[in-house]
């Protein structure tokens, strides 16, 4: 019986004594970025308010390649309810760029005036929160798997010295990660539920 019962006792195992073993800092700092990658996303790509931000990294398919926005025009917020775009420097990828922001999944439909595109900032409907809030647990979830992955590769990496260290180790190491990879869950449902309100609200 080793403990099962109390699923709360938390283990700390010191990192130097296993280094040898597994890094568990890497493994922190691995499943950190799952976190980190998840606050990219939100707000760069979940927000209510479109600002001249929010334009920024959508691609632009040039004859050249492939472009985020910001490197080919000038974005700017002209009001609460414009964005300018300003291609002069790049006249030829203006029809481009258009393209770009109006299949950029924003709910954007900008006009062309030459080499300026104007993006009438759409009122937000409750519609179109309540489909930025699903496509936040979207992503979400899809940080959950990778986070998975991360959680999966070090216990892979732990069972392999299962022969050379004692099973306590082993199993007070794998529950480490599972507490690791737990709280990393629980701090991505707080990103959720918090972004879910501000979306919704």
Do not use: Y
């Not at 004859?63 to 917020?77: A, E, R, V």
Request: net charge positive; charged share 30%.
């Amino acid at each position: 019986a080793k403990g099962k019962g109390q699923p709360q006792a938390r283990v700390n195992i010191s990192a130097a004594l296993v280094e040898d073993i597994i890094n568990l800092e890497e493994a922190k700092e691995d499943m950190q970025a799952v976190v980190e990658a998840l606050k990219e996303d939100f707000s760069r790509n979940l927000s209510v308010r479109t600002s001249a931000g929010a334009l920024d990294h959508i691609m632009v398919m040039t004859k050249d390649g492939k472009f985020p926005l910001n490197q080919l025009g000038q974005i700017s917020q002209k009001s609460p309810q414009l964005i300018i775009v300003n291609m002069t420097s790049f006249p030829e990828s203006t029809a481009a760029a258009m393209k770009a922001i109006r299949e950029s999944g924003m709910n954007l439909n900008p006009d062309m005036d030459g080499t300026i595109i104007r993006v009438p900032i759409p009122k937000v409907t409750r519609e179109h929160r309540e489909s930025l809030a699903k496509l936040a647990k979207q992503s979400t979830n899809k940080s959950k798997e990778v986070l998975r992955k991360v959680r999966s590769k070090s216990i892979n990496q732990v069972k392999k010295f299962k022969n050379k260290v004692s099973e306590d180790t082993i199993w007070l190491l794998e529950k480490q990660i599972q507490q690791m990879a737990d709280d990393t869950a629980a701090e991505m449902d707080k990103l959720l539920a918090a972004k879910t309100k501000e979306l919704l609200q």
